[in-house]
């Protein structure tokens, strides 16, 4: 389906205010356009013709009252033509900006590891805004130069039928620019959308990023990088300057010009003929006509810019929308017992390069079971399979005893929490950043989860408590802080089966005290998985898994890795501080 089809169909949802808004403009247009009409009789007919030997003043002010009623009739029906047509405009924007971004819910991971974060707000806050200045504009503008030209043709076909072909030239040059102009300003538009899009990711990434680009004495190379970018984005802008620059006054200009010559041989000629008599009135509607054929012309030519864009923009939407999704699903399902089971499970981020090779292990309900290995060994991504943030190559994982893959992702998730090495924090208060705004987390269940992870240690000091503001991602906070917060978040949603990603790695050693000793009384009955460099903090885990290059190299509890004397017993080593060779210090 072409972009304009799909914009059109984007309309039709608020097609009530569309119609009325033609409507009104119709007949705005109309009244407008009975002026010409109007002076003209007044002109033949009552002030040219004076054979009587004096002007009748009483059909002049008549026909003057009804010359000035049309004109209020024009300026109320524009003036409801025009909110009508920008709040139709405005919906449509607010539907569109609501479908990119529930859309961007259900598309998986997978697509946001490829594509900078900047470039998705592109879409749905610069494309959008381009995409409502065509319905709220361009449209707008078409629409109404749209029935201007054509009421004036029907007026010009009524006063000299001559002269109104001759003056139909208007319209073939018109449409032959416009196939001429969109031809390149197609391309360079798409040029200059992308590096919108560009500039957007390289400045979301710098902002993130702006403590180690301090750090490290980088601002120099970034403001060079950002240059080029701009360098390249004001090159396009400047080829569509120079045609834009070409298009509206001179265009309109010269075809304005052309007409009138047209004109002025066409009735200086039929003043010779003694045959043909052109009245004033007649001669003053057709001046006055064809002087307000040039205003549509001029506001189609001059919105043809806005309307590449939009289009432009437009299909970059639609590409995005165009991505498959998933849908969000409500399902639910008895909490997990907590049994999981990973049968032979391979896994490969792009192609056949895998990151995990035959990985089968068991983690019973209640079981904690660490997971351990050099960075690049597998640890992560067999939690993003487990949460289904991935999906499998080949094998297979379930969840007392069905596969997760026969479950939607997020009713897979609807039982499982997780804590991360760096959490996520929005923009509200502790409240809301435990409880994520959901109905069933109550005030009380929030500071029962604090109290149970020992967060009133930390955040005692805080002046507002759990009321205290947290503004994006939590930079007014301790990590030690944040990590409580987002621990105390997982815990409030009681899952069955509980994720720790490297969760004590940014704290500590007083805080990490506080959440494994919360951890020993709350993992009963949930099991427990746990991503740690920190090999102290998982002794008492059931099982650890030791990885290596994405395969399972040693699995048995602390005391049995130690004993084998293998990979895990010389990290464990190597972490404690104590020699591998007694013989040695």
Request: proline share 2%; no cysteine.
């Amino acid at each position: 389906m072409s972009t304009g089809k799909r914009l059109w169909l984007y309309a039709l949802h608020y097609k009530k205010l569309l119609i009325m808004g033609i409507a009104m403009l119709t007949v705005a247009v109309a009244a407008d356009l009975a002026g010409p009409l109007i002076a003209k009789k007044i002109i033949d007919e009552h002030i040219a013709d004076t054979t009587a030997g004096s002007i009748d003043f009483e059909p002049i002010v008549m026909l003057l009252s009804v010359f000035f009623a049309l004109t209020v009739v024009a300026a109320v029906f524009r003036y409801g033509e025009y909110l009508l047509l920008q709040k139709a405009a405005n919906r449509v924007i607010q539907k569109m900006r609501n479908d990119v971004y529930q859309h961007i819910q259900t598309l998986p991971i997978r697509y946001f590891d490829n594509l900078p974060a900047g470039k998705v707000v592109a879409r749905i806050t610069n494309d959008t805004e381009a995409i409502r200045e065509l319905y709220v504009t361009v449209l707008s503008q078409f629409a109404s130069s749209a029935m201007y030209i054509t009421g004036i043709y029907v007026a010009l076909f009524i006063l000299d039928w001559k002269m109104a072909s001759i003056a139909l030239f208007v319209l073939p040059i018109l449409f032959v620019w416009m196939i001429m102009y969109r031809k390149y300003a197609s391309k360079y538009n798409h040029i200059v959308r992308a590096k919108v899009s560009d500039m957007n990711a390289m400045i979301n990434e710098s902002i993130q990023g702006m403590t180690i680009i301090q750090a490290f004495r980088r601002e120099a190379q970034m403001q060079e990088e950002f240059e080029v970018m701009n360098r390249e984005h004001y090159k396009y802008q400047n080829k569509l300057l120079f045609l834009d620059a070409g298009t509206s006054h001179n265009l309109v200009g010269a075809i304005r010009s052309i007409t009138f010559v047209l004109f002025i041989w066409y009735f200086g000629g039929a003043s010779l003929n003694a045959t043909a008599a052109i009245s004033v009135g007649v001669l003053y509607a057709f001046v006055d006509y064809i002087t307000r054929l040039f205003h549509p012309v001029t506001g189609v030519v001059n919105q043809l810019a806005k309307l590449e864009q939009a289009l432009v923009a437009a299909e970059r939407v639609f590409r995005l929308l165009d991505r498959s999704g998933e849908d969000v699903s409500d399902e639910k399902i008895a909490r997990y017992r907590g049994n999981v089971r990973f049968e032979d499970v391979w896994f490969a981020y792009k192609d056949e390069e895998y990151v995990l090779k035959n990985i089968s292990f068991e983690a019973k309900q209640g079981e904690t079971v660490a997971l351990v290995g050099h960075t690049g060994s597998g640890k992560s991504s067999i939690m993003n399979l487990l949460f289904r943030f991935y999906d499998v190559s080949k094998g297979a994982i379930t969840i007392d005893g069905t596969n997760i893959q026969d479950l939607s992702r997020q009713t897979v998730r609807d039982h499982m929490g997780i804590v991360l090495q760096d959490p996520y924090l929005f923009t509200g208060t502790i409240e809301s950043n435990v409880s994520l705004g959901d109905a069933r987390i109550s005030r009380e269940k929030v500071i029962a989860s604090l109290d149970a992870v020992g967060g009133e240690r930390v955040l005692k000091h805080l002046p507002n408590g759990i009321d205290e503001p947290v503004i994006e991602k939590g930079s007014t906070l301790s990590s030690g802080q944040r990590q409580l917060i987002s621990f105390a978040r997982a815990l409030a949603f009681d899952p069955a089966i509980l994720i720790l990603d490297e969760a004590t790695s940014n704290i500590d050693t007083e805080t990490e005290e506080i959440i494994q000793h919360a951890m020993e009384v709350l993992k009963k009955g949930r099991t427990t998985f746990i991503i740690a460099h920190r090999l102290s903090t998982i002794k008492n885990a059931d099982r650890i898994l030791v990885l290596d290059r994405g395969a399972i190299v040693e699995q048995g509890t602390h005391d049995e890795l130690v004993a084998l004397g293998g990979r895990y017993e010389q990290m464990y080593r190597l972490q404690s501080g104590v020699a591998l060779n007694p013989q040695v210090g």
